[in-house]
């Protein structure tokens, strides 16, 4: 549901101190997983990952390639909706370690079709990080290899994720007041 016109901050649901922390704890384990891998291929899920990516990659010690990628979908509200790739990984990703970024994951439609597209690339392995997970929302299973935060089925924006583009640049999540 949309929230209400009137322009109140969000209400903080997860502080700018509790995602840095997460933050930072799953760069390590990252880092432990990947260590010893070479590099890693990071891609983002435009747009509401790029917080999250930018911040988990300055935490990983190990080196990193970046990428982003950029979906939609169609469809109507009743049945499940056609993901079109609006902007392509640039890099090869044959042969190398992926880990898929994404900024929440709700039904788990767009994420299992990425999903499949990229195991048809090749990589060597392809994992799926998520700062945060509605499970209430999920229509289809994803595997989330590395997840921030586990989440009620609340409208939420900040650190990334918006609406209609806005309260992106939030650092903290919010719960942003519906109708």
Known sequence: MPPKTADPLPEPLLTEEQIARRVRELAGEISRDYGDSGELVCLGVLKGSVVFLVDLVRHLSLPVALDFLQTSSYGSSSSPSEVRIRKDVDL???????????????????????????????????????LLDKPARREVE??????????????????????????????????????
Not at 97 to 112: N, R
């Open 142 to 179: 994803v595997p989330i290899d590395y997840l921030g935060f586990s989440i009620e089925d609340r409208f939420v924006v900040g650190y990334g994720l918006d609406y209609d583009e806005r309260w992106r640049n939030l650092p903290y999540v919010g719960v942003v007041a519906t109708r």
């Open 92 to 130: 090869p990703l044959r042969g190398r370690d992926v880990l898929l970024v994404e900024d929440i994951v709700d039904t788990g439609h767009t994420l299992d079709t990425l999903l499949a597209i990229l195991r048809l690339r090749q990589p060597r392995s392809l994992r799926l990080c998520a």
